[in-house]
């Protein structure tokens, strides 16, 4: 029997979920999009996604009312992709995902850390900062501090490079133009 390709048969609000962010690369491109890339080219070179996998999952993303589109460039046409609303609320699962890959799927721990920008707490496993007292602290308040070894990243594409430095969320990650 073969594997269906969606949920339409799942009576269940996770089901729709997983029907937006659920496919393959979904995930790395919303992590992207918290670490500030923007512009498909770059997450294009980070990602080494194909091109019209990438499209497709933009494209889907947009449709959802997780990104939208905001021209930098009329002719042709460029766009950023940014985070909406919607977008911003899926930063529990990306910050809770990333802590269960570095207690359990990553060798030596985790590659990033996840900081209240204002005291420099590393954040709790709810995404909150036990030093202020702030329940959820909201993506833009939060710093990432990468912990690769004396090597630095595996990769060596110019986005992996900037999201190597400690630095906040949803700061615009410029490599290509």
């Known amino acids: 029997m073969a594997l269906g390709t969606d949920y339409a048969q799942q009576d269940c609000s996770l089901a729709r979920a997983l029907e937006v962010v659920g496919e393959r690369w979904s995930l790395l491109i919303l992590r992207d999009a918290f670490y500030g890339v923007r512009r498909f080219n770059d997450f294009l070179v980070h990602l080494d996604i194909p091109r019209a996998v990438l499209t497709t999952r933009l494209t889907a993303f947009t449709e959802a009312g997780v990104l939208r589109k905001a021209a930098y460039q009329q002719s042709p046409p460029r766009y950023d992709y940014l985070l909406t609303d919607a977008g911003l609320e899926l930063w529990p699962v990306v910050h809770g995902l990333a802590l269960w890959g570095g207690r359990h799927a990553t060798p030596g721990?985790?590659?990033?850390?996840?900081?209240?920008?204002?005291?420099?707490?590393r954040l709790d496993a709810a995404g909150g900062c036990g030093r202020c007292g702030v329940h959820q602290v909201p993506p833009a308040d939060v710093e990432m501090r990468s912990h690769y070894g004396p090597q630095g990243p595996e990769r060596d594409d110019p986005i992996s490079a900037v999201l190597a430095e400690r630095r906040l969320l949803l700061r615009p990650v410029r490599a290509t133009t």
């Open 109 to 121: 721990g985790p590659l990033r850390t996840f900081h209240h920008e204002r005291c420099g707490t």
